[in-house]
């Protein structure tokens, strides 16, 4: 994955040269880790012109970050369209909180439109952040994939002009920056925007659009605009959560298979059987993006809250359910509001157990973290990416990782040897 590669190396010259200023120890880490993959990325060696690539984009991460951030879109333009789109703004909030009380508003505010509700303060909110359970208040991937997904679906699936497809896209384009115009300027609805966009451009030029390289490139392309995002929690924890769900969360599918439902079944274990696959696949989102975003939490807080896993298991089914709910009470809203009103107490009854949910995991025992060195947070990564290309690519220098996983997890392999064996009987 060449993103891959010229994101970590990037990623290293600027924590080099950012105003961080990691120990001595730490930059030959990072240093290491940057030309083992550099040189473990040149199959053909030797190899002077990818040499001299992957050089240069170490340098210029290094001089990037000695530099203030390039102003992509003027303020005062910024400033027209959020004025213009005000009233439609403000009828979308009253339309989605009618029914409810006022801590309720502001909390589904904080779900739909995170800050973009105006009403939303954290410090209001503290056992959600300490529950593991502050991403449900931030607008990130979830609004976006709202936004366009219907509009991409019936690009995709119906069978219409390719100028029509391309107007299609056209319009999820726009519906992406009117978005951002009521959310405001996060970076995790930066990181869910840009990806959108470059995920349309792709489909408007026909090209296949890879998940973990749009990722990548727009990491890239946020770090170079503003290099000091790389000491930004928001952007930490939005880039971190989305490697886990695209990266991780496929791998971890295939080390837990799950058998495929027999025809021969009853209708209540065929029914409870998808309901269990439905309840496993929502615990393996939660746990990749638990996984891959605790570095960042540990890192940062200097604290761990081991429950978080579980309370996201049921807030991130429910949260769903309450922003689809919210936004219909909207809709509505506009048309009557006595109905409107209905709907809006069936959501205050979601509202009161998801908040009563991370009241009670605020309370459970969370467990220090004390390094906060650039070590604490990048070993991690390391050890995680190391174990799943260990296991899911045991070639060339990997077979190195792969022996070192024998000794790590003697259980796999002892397994993978039961295995053989009855293959031969």
Known sequence: MPAFYALIIYFSGLIIGNELKP???????????????????????????????????????????????????????????????????????????????????????????GRGSGEMNLQYWPHFIK?????????????VSLCVFPLIALAENLNIPHYSRKLL????????????????????????????????????????????????????????????LISNRGFQLS????????????????????????????????????????????????????????????????KLNPSGLLANLIAIPLSEVIIYL????????????????WMGTVNGFFLNILDGIARIFSRMPVISYPLDNAVALLVPYILIALYIEARFRPHGVINVLHYAQNILYPFDYFLRIGKVKAKKV
Request: charged content about 15%; glycine content about 6%; aromatic content about 14%.
């Open 131 to 143: 529950s593991g359970m502050s991403h449900l208040l931030v607008a990130s991937g979830a609004q």
């Open 326 to 341: 919210g936004l219909a009470t909207s809709l509505v809203a506009q048309i009557s509001e006595i109905p409107a009103i």
């Open 169 to 228: 896209y056209a319009a999820a384009a726009f519906l992406l920056f009117l978005l951002l115009l009521i959310v405001g300027v996060e970076p995790s609805i930066l990181r869910a925007i840009t990806a959108g966009y470059l995920y349309l451009l792709a489909r408007m030029i026909n090209r296949r659009a890879r998940a973990l390289n749009i990722i990548y490139a727009t990491a890239l392309l946020w770090l170079w605009v503003d290099p000091t």
């Open 23 to 113: 120990g001595i120890m730490t930059q030959f880490l990072i240093v290491g880790i940057t030309f083992f993959l550099l040189y473990d990325s040149i199959r053909t060696r030797p190899s002077l012109v990818k040499f001299t690539i992957f050089t240069a984009i170490f340098l210029a991460g290094l001089i990037r970050a000695t530099y203030p951030p390039i102003i992509v879109f003027p303020d005062e333009w910024f400033e027209r369209f959020v004025m213009a789109i005000e009233p439609f703004k403000l009828r979308l909030i009253d339309g989605i909180g009618t029914g409810l009380d006022f801590r309720h508003k502001e909390l589904i505010g904080g779900i739909i439109l």
């Open 239 to 302: 880039y971190a959560a989305s490697w886990g769900l695209i990266y991780l969360y496929p791998r971890l599918r295939s080390i837990f298979p799950l058998k495929k439902i027999s025809k021969d079944q009853s209708f209540l274990k065929t029914i409870l059987r998808k309901m269990f696959i439905f309840a496993r696949e929502i615990f393996l989102l939660s746990f990749a993006a638990q996984m891959a975003v605790m570095p960042v939490l540990a890192f940062n807080f200097h």
